[in-house]
């Protein structure tokens, strides 16, 4: 029996950090992988949130850097589930800083969209709980999640297509 729906809203949730100097590259601002693992970290909760037990992250793509990221940032990832299929979640993440300690509006910073699978005790993928857009903007979310989803598996067919073909692996 599949297992029943849930709403997109009951799942997501947010990671919030300040900025140290451990945090920088060699430029002095945030190193991109800071932010990429609190992006994994927060779309991993959700995804496992979701799913109702473990989940792991089989693809991490279209991670967009808008502005750079300053030691003494908060930063907020917010995540949520914008499509569910058999066994896999599309997770999108939207991030924001701010100062530590001035009031000021949030500034998006970085932006990305993760595939999570769930695992079941055999350790193999398992059914996940379908997602159930609530508002319109939950609606598009999926709607644009499922063209990704289209688009990743046809560029995956056209590499296993060239292989097959003869082209050399790197
Ligand atoms: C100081 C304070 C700290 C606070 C801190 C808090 C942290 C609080 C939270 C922590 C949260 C951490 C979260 C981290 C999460 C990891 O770090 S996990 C570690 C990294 N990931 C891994 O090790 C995964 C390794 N890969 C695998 O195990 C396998 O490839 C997978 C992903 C299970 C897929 O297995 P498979 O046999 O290829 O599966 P298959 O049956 O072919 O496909 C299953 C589904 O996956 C999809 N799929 C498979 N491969 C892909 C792909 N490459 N792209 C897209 N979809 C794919 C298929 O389309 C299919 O989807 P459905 O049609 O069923 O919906």
Request: net charge neutral; charged share 25%.
């Amino acid at each position: 029996m599949s297992p029943e729906g849930r709403p997109t809203s009951a799942a997501q949730t947010s990671l919030s950090r300040i900025m140290t100097a451990l945090d920088t590259n060699l430029l002095g601002t945030v190193h991109g992988g800071v932010i990429m693992k609190l992006v994994d970290d927060v779309a991993g909760a959700v995804a496992q949130r979701h799913a109702g037990g473990p989940a792991v992250t089989a693809s991490m793509d279209e991670m967009t850097f808008l502005e750079p990221v300053h030691v003494g940032n908060l930063v907020h990832a917010h995540a949520r589930v914008n499509w569910t299929g058999r066994t896999s979640m599309e997770v999108g993440v939207r991030v924001v800083a701010e100062p530590w300690n001035e009031v000021k509006p949030p500034t998006p910073v970085a932006a990305a969209y993760l595939v999570f699978v769930a695992l079941g005790p055999d350790g193999k993928p398992r059914e996940v709980p379908p997602v159930l857009p609530e508002t319109d903007e939950d609606r598009r979310r999926f709607a644009e999640a499922e063209i990704r989803r289209t688009h990743r598996l046809a560029r995956r067919e056209a590499i296993l297509r060239s292989r097959e073909q003869g082209h050399a692996e790197v």
